[in-house]
């Protein structure tokens, strides 16, 4: 299935979903990195494997709608049948929402629907909870909303530190993304067949 990840930061997910593609545990190719931040890491991630990228600056745009049209453009021109969000710090818009629908992942770093929105290792954290964990989802118009594909808790141990509990949490996230992308995308091809 051809896929576009999206993200805005260092890429970590996106990475562990290049070499889960790579190793054949996703069956999936990754035909495009959006990025909306003009030098994240995650774009030298791309280059690196040789994935296509598309990289913008919102600002640039009048508006969310006519940067996702040009977006839309990108994806439909490399057959792009599954979005996947991997750390894109944006509310995806009604033009990407009504192409894609059903068809958009996210991965978030909490057991939603507690600590939606930024920084929810941090919002965990302070708010001393003992579990915390993962959430992949689809995604709908709302901020980290839409049906919950998969979970997995993460226990906050007293000692932790904010940046221990982060390592728990993306260590979770780079095994849980790609099974579960697996998942969705199997299920996706037996639903056209
Ligand atoms: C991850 O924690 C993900 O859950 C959240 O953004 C972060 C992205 O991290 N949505 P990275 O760029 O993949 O390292």
Redesign the pocket.
Known sequence: MKIAVF?S??????QSILEAVESELVDASVELLVCDKPGAL?EKRAEKAGVSLYSFSPKTFASKAAFEQEILAELQAKGVELIV???YMRLIGPTLLEAYGGRIV????SLLPSFPGLDAIGQAFDAGVKVSG?TIHLVDEGMDTGPIIAQEAVKINETDTKEVLQGK??KV?HELYPKTLQHVISQLQRSVK
């Open positions: 993200a930061g260092s890429g970590s997910n996106f995650v969000l991997a750390g996210n991965i978030h770093p993962v949490i993306q996230e």
